[in-house]
Every structure is written in C-alpha cells, then in structure tokens.
C-alpha cells in the first residue's frame, strides 16, 4: 500500500500538474470504483481544481464548488500521468481523470479491487474520510509520545494504526522500529523515556529521508515505480537477506495478509519471535534464538 512518502510525491507531482486547471470529467470502467451518491459525481465535471491534499493514505483533491474527491489507493491501486487522453483498456485500468492538462490513470493490480474514489462537500466531508492519526512529520516529541502512549500496543499495531499515526504502513514502520533498534512486539508502556525518544528520532528520519529518496527517483517525471518493496530497505521485504547493519538473517512475523520483517540481532538481542503459525507447527522444535 503507498504509505506517507509515496503518497506526498505523489500529492506533490499532481500539485505541479493540475493545480488551477480543469477537471474536464472523469471515466470510471470499474462500478465498484465509486462509493458515493450525493453529490453526484457530475458535480465534479468542469470545476478548477484548487488544492490537492494528503489525508492519512487518500490523496483528496479539492475542488472550486467546495467539493473534494477523496481517493484511496488502497494495496495496489496506482496513479500514471498521460498528457494526452488515453484510451480505457485492460482489467486493471479503474478510470481515467481528464484534465485539461493531461490525463491521470489509476489502476489496479490483483483481483481484489479495493481502491475507493468518493465526492464530498466541503471540509465536514472530507473530514469524515480523516482516521484523525497524528502526522508523524508534524509534530513535535511531546505529542509523538502522547500518543504513542494512549493504548498499550505493540510497537508495529500502534504505528500502523490509521488513528495514531498518519501515513505509516507495513513497510515503513520495518523500516522505522529497524532504524530505532526496537522490537515490533515491544509494548508501548512498557518503553523508557530513551527509547521513546528513539523511535520519534528514527520515524522523522525515515520519513524524511524516503521522501527525499522519492522525489529524487521521479525527478521531473510523474513517479512510475511506487512499491513497498525497495532494494534500499533495511529490512522490509528482506526475509533471509543480510540485515543492512550487522549482516544477520532478517526475519519475519506472518499474521494472515501481512509480514513483519525485523532483525533479531538489532532489535531483539538475538530472540526469534513467534511466526503465529509456523512456530505454532512446530512448537518445540521453534528456534528461540538466532544462534539457533
């Protein structure tokens, strides 16, 4: 799923394209695409686009009638720029927004269609598709720890929770409990004061330094290759490959759709965590630690 970093170059990149232009229409080829009636999306045709916004992971696009579409990529929704219209074609193409600039694509990977395209009126509205997560980049360490600490939760739950954080997802939040040398299981509470400081350090440095790493990949073009998996990651999506800092095995934690990649050897002080169903397979023969 595009987390915070891919999402603000996207915004970025739409910002430079169709900021003051015209939303000439949009061609949906997928019904499920639209979860809203009223307005209708009619209502959108013709409008001056006036602000185009991050809110958590949706990307939401405002409108000079007061309207605003809101847009959620979900997993594997994706955005592509055209500066002439295009033709509609394939399965995974959902629709295509005319501008009078260009045409923006979204698609669709897999056959679990998930993304959501909605219209809503004014800022009552758009609030509404807000999770209300704090945003990671904008505020300060006092605040970071407040909510971190509101529910006792494990490191990794409590990152990715749309409602504490804003914009952090699978893969980043490896990459963030990696760089601050903290276990994904630890449980909020249960940090000390250096520790908490640590993982505020370490998730605006992430952060940051993806965004930087995203703009300079797109450069002047409309980024092409938004994927949770980097060859640059420290650890995320590097089961068995060489931690980026010591070299030892990263390993992984798998509950249903998603992994948690972390190293034992940084994070843990050498213990294996339970993998859910694979240590529940094998029980005593699980390893405890790396040695092992």
């Known amino acids: 799923m ?9 915004v970025e990149k739409l910002d430079e394209r169709v900021a003051g232009s015209t939303l000439e229409t949009i061609r949906i080829r997928a019904p499920f695409l639209l979860r809203s009636v009223d307005p209708p999306l009619s209502d959108a045709f013709g409008r001056t686009v006036t602000e185009i916004r991050r809110i958590g ?22 955005l592509h720029w055209r500066d002439e219209r295009v033709m509609l074609k394939g399965k995974q193409q959902l629709a295509a927004f005319d501008f009078s600039a260009g045409t923006l694509l979204l698609t669709e990977a897999g056959t679990k269609k998930r993304a959501s395209l909605f219209l809503v009126r004014g800022e009552k509205g758009l609030a509404e598709h807000d999770p209300g997560g704090l945003e990671p980049l904008a505020c300060d360490r006092r605040a970071f720890a407040e909510r971190l600490l509101a529910e006792n939760r494990t490191l990794k739950r409590a990152l ?37 400081d640590r993982l505020f350090d370490a998730t605006q440095r ?23 998996f980097r060859k640059e990651m420290a650890v995320h999506g590097k089961f068995g490959k060489p931690c980026a800092v010591c070299k030892a095995p990263v390993q992984r934690i798998r509950y249903k759709d998603n992994e ?18 694979l240590s529940r397979l094998l029980k005593d023969n699980w390893p405890r630690r790396l040695e092992e």
Request: aromatic share 8%; hydrophobic share 40%; glycine share 6%.
């Open 2 to 10: 595009p987390e915070l970093p891919d999402i603000t170059v996207y």
């Open 57 to 78: 992971k949706r990307i939401a696009f405002g409108l000079d009638n007061d309207c605003w579409l809101v847009l959620h990529l979900m997993v594997a929704g994706r």
């Open 160 to 196: 990715t929770n749309p409602r504490s954080f804003s914009g952090i997802g699978n893969a980043y939040s490896d990459e963030i409990l990696h760089a601050a040398r903290l276990s994904p299981i630890a449980l909020t509470r249960k940090l000390s004061a250096d520790e908490t």
């Open 206 to 228: 992430v952060l940051r330094e993806w965004c930087e790493r995203l703009r300079q990949e797109a450069s002047d073009a409309f980024p092409a290759k938004v994927t949770a």
């Open 260 to 277: 948690t990649n972390y190293c034992a050897n940084c994070q843990t002080g050498g213990k294996v965590l339970a993998d859910r169903s």
